[in-house]
Nanobody, 127 residues
Framework: HVQLVESGGGSVQAGGSLRLSCTASGLAYFSHCMSWFRQVPGQSREGVAAIDSHGGTAYADSATGRFTISQDNAKNSLYLQMNSLKPEDTAMYYC??????????????????????WGQGTQVTVS
């Protein structure tokens, strides 16, 4: 059973930085695709970035140049370093896992249906 727990959210001023963490349990890191999504109440969930177990990454335009997704397989952890934060980055951030990803398949933040496991979210507020 896969469980994901996010942490690291908070309130920051515009231009500041936050590092989100997602600790996974029950996930076999041999092959996986993981992603960060965010959602504002009343709006649809938006993909932010994705990373596969081979280190391949992909970013939404809104995240490119400001956010960095990374992972530490030894610690079963996923991270999202967010710099130059803007008020429009305010949202609940979720990590998601697709433990059935195989090398060569698409690992993308644009395909939320591929991710069967989700965390409870961590709130990021930028003022």
């Amino acid at each position: 059973h896969v469980q994901l727990v996010e942490s690291g959210g908070g309130s920051v001023q515009a231009g500041g930085s936050l590092r989100l963490s997602c600790t996974a349990s029950g996930l076999a890191y041999f092959s996986h695709c993981m992603s960060w999504f965010r959602q504002v109440p009343g709006q649809s969930r938006e993909g932010v970035a994705a990373i596969d177990s081979h280190g391949g990454t992909a970013y939404a335009d809104s995240a490119t140049g400001r956010f960095t997704i990374s992972q530490d397989n030894a610690k079963n952890s996923l991270y999202l370093q967010m710099n130059s934060l803007k008020p429009e980055d305010t949202a609940m951030y979720y990590c998601a896992a697709n433990p059935f990803w195989t090398y060569g398949a698409i690992c993308s933040y644009t395909r939320p249906g591929d991710f069967g496991y989700w965390g409870q979210g961590t709130q990021v507020t930028v003022s």
